[in-house]
């Protein structure tokens, strides 16, 4: 069986550092720090007072009051993107087949604000429970609510593997549209994490940078002195169809995706392994899927989330694997501009790759000043200011909590 090809039409973010994909690159560009003190609520008794909130959000910008009392704020986010995307795909859905339009959406911990305050308010003072209360915790919602929305009838599900999730629903859309399964679906992932709750059990874990005094330059992958990610929200969606679907509908196509490896560490619930093998086996399936060797990767967008143990185990699966043709590698982490979106990262960072192979320039890492003396290819990361570079083919890693690792082939379109 002949697989079909698979290409991106468009592309739709809310991030901490943008509001929509446009700007989210353009400050990616910029190497600008989404990180700040956090304006949600009192964080008097929390370890880590800061993370990348998105800014200048009111959500009776994009929904009536009846629907925001629907919508937890990562379903909210999730349709933000889905219709910034679809508007970027130039989809009229009344002249497709909406039998073979589907959604596959990530999310790690879903409604996680919303079961928090109505415990909260709850026990505290007795309220009763908001009727909507079930549909806005659960992480398959934003999924059910997008093909609700556009009328799209084909596959549906949500992709829950931590912080692999967003990744893990990009990839088995690529799967389905290559067996012919569907001729289009939209993929991606949001997260809506900054919460009391939340903060006091990555504070617990030892897992979060508690970097008060320096807040904004706190996330610093790779770095020396670095001590903990730090917590970001939002959302980011794709629009993956057969090339000759979007052929046959005139659609500008951006890039395609050509592989896709996902592995498990079998390792620990919550640690990475130390050597990184099931980073490195993740990468080596993707480029056996792409048909590739490791020398054609031009770019590496890192899953690398500022933690000691993370970084390292994944540089020596980026060692290990590529070895002496890490010469042609350039090695970069917008975590350290957005923070990390948990479920949500493999769709904003996809998105940000996307808009590297269409400008042929590369985002600097941010923050990190000196690298850590056990990393051998720190000449491959790039620091400070963003990098023209010919962009071929690009990939990007995504890891998770229970050892779940998705990597990600994106490679520049040609007819």
């Known amino acids: 069986m002949e697989l079909k090809r698979v290409v991106v039409t468009g592309i739709g973010a809310i991030t901490p550092i943008g509001n929509d994909a446009q700007s989210y690159w353009k400050n990616l560009e910029k190497g600008k720090s989404g990180s700040d003190l956090i304006t949600r609520f009192d964080t008097s008794d929390h370890k880590t007072k800061f993370a990348c909130e998105i800014k200048d959000y009111q959500a009776e910008d994009y929904f009536d009051k009846k629907e925001i009392r629907k919508l937890d704020r990562y379903s909210q986010y999730a349709l933000i993107s889905t219709e910034e995307a679809i508007q970027h795909a130039s989809i009229n859905f009344e002249k497709l087949n909406r039998e073979r339009i589907g959604v596959i959406w990530g999310s790690g911990i879903g409604g996680f604000e919303t079961f928090e305050e109505q415990v909260r308010d709850h026990y505290v003072n007795g309220n009763k429970y908001n009727p909507f209360f079930i549909h806005k915790i659960l992480p398959d919602t934003a999924a059910g609510l997008i093909s609700i929305k556009y009328g799209l009838m084909g596959i549906n599900y949500n992709s829950v593997s931590a912080?692999?999730?967003?990744?893990?629903?990009?990839?088995?859309?690529?799967?389905?549209?290559?067996?012919n399964k569907a001729d289009l679906i939209i993929a991606g992932g949001s997260e809506a994490p900054i919460t009391s709750a939340s903060i006091h059990g990555f504070n617990s874990m030892k897992a979060l940078s508690e970097n008060n005094e320096n807040y904004s330059a706190a996330s610093r992958p790779f770095d020396s002195s670095r001590d903990g990610f730090v917590a970001g929200e939002g959302s980011g969606a794709l629009i993956l169809e057969s090339?000759?679907?979007?052929?046959?509908?005139?659609?500008?196509?951006?890039?395609?995706?050509?592989?896709?490896?996902?592995?498990?560490?079998?390792?620990?619930?919550?640690?990475?392994?130390?050597?990184?093998?099931?980073?490195?086996?993740?990468?080596?399936?993707?480029?056996?899927?792409?048909?590739?060797?490791?020398?054609?990767?031009?770019y590496l967008n890192a899953h690398a989330t500022s933690t000691p143990p993370g970084d390292l185990s994944e540089i020596k699966a980026v060692e290990n694997l590529f070895g002496p043709e890490a010469k042609n590698l350039t090695i970069n982490a917008t975590k350290s501009m957005t923070g990390h979106l948990l479920g949500a990262s493999g769709a904003i960072e996809s998105v940000g790759v996307i808009q590297s192979i269409l400008h042929q320039k590369i985002p600097p890492t941010i923050s990190t000043e000196s690298i850590d003396e056990n990393i051998f290819i720190s000449g491959n990361i790039l620091l400070g200011k963003p990098k023209s570079k010919a962009i071929n083919y690009a990939m990007s890693n995504n890891f998770g909590f229970g050892g779940h690792n998705a990597t990600l082939i994106f490679k520049k379109y040609e007819n």
């Open 243 to 298: 090339l000759d679907h979007a052929l046959k509908r005139n659609a500008s196509i951006l890039c395609e995706i050509i592989g896709g490896g996902l592995s498990a560490d079998a390792y620990h619930i919550t640690g990475t392994h130390p050597e990184g093998r099931g980073a490195y086996l993740s990468m080596k399936l993707a480029l056996e899927d792409a048909g590739l060797e490791p020398q054609n990767i031009d």
């Open 163 to 179: 912080c692999s999730s967003a990744s893990n629903s990009i990839i088995d859309s690529l799967n389905y549209i290559r067996l």
